[in-house]
Nanobody
């Protein structure tokens, strides 16, 4: 069982920045791919970004490309999501997820473990 805990959400004005953190348990964190997804009220959970176990391969949804950056610190079992130039449409609950297979991707079904989510609200 892998425990996944997100933190760092909050309220920010449009154009502002936030950093989300996600800590995952397990001695093999470096072998996991990690993903961030988000879900706005009344909408499906959607892919935001993923980072492979290598840490060198990252992929982003078109809606956040150039504004969000995912990174990982394997020594701390933590992945980060730097969010810049935030827009009201970025408002959602953000979820971190673990893919033990190490590949990641935009398919939710690839991820075995999920956190409880952290709320991000961007005011206009």
């Amino acid at each position: 069982q892998v425990q996944v805990v997100e933190s760092g959400g909050g309220l920010v004005q449009a154009g502002g920045s936030l950093v989300l953190s996600c800590a995952a348990s397990g001695r093999t964190f470096s072998s996991y791919a990690m993903g961030w997804f988000r879900q706005a009220p009344g909408k499906e959970r959607e892919f935001v970004t993923t980072i492979r176990r290598s840490g060198t391969s990252t992929f982003y949804a078109d809606s956040v490309k150039g504004r969000f950056t995912i990174s990982r610190d394997n020594a701390k079992n933590t992945v980060y999501l730097q969010m810049n130039s935030l827009k009201p449409e970025d408002t959602a609950v953000y979820y971190c997820a673990v893919d033990q297979g190490g590949i990641g991707g935009s398919n939710r079904g690839l991820y075995e473990y999920w956190g409880q989510g952290t709320q991000v609200t961007v005011s206009s």
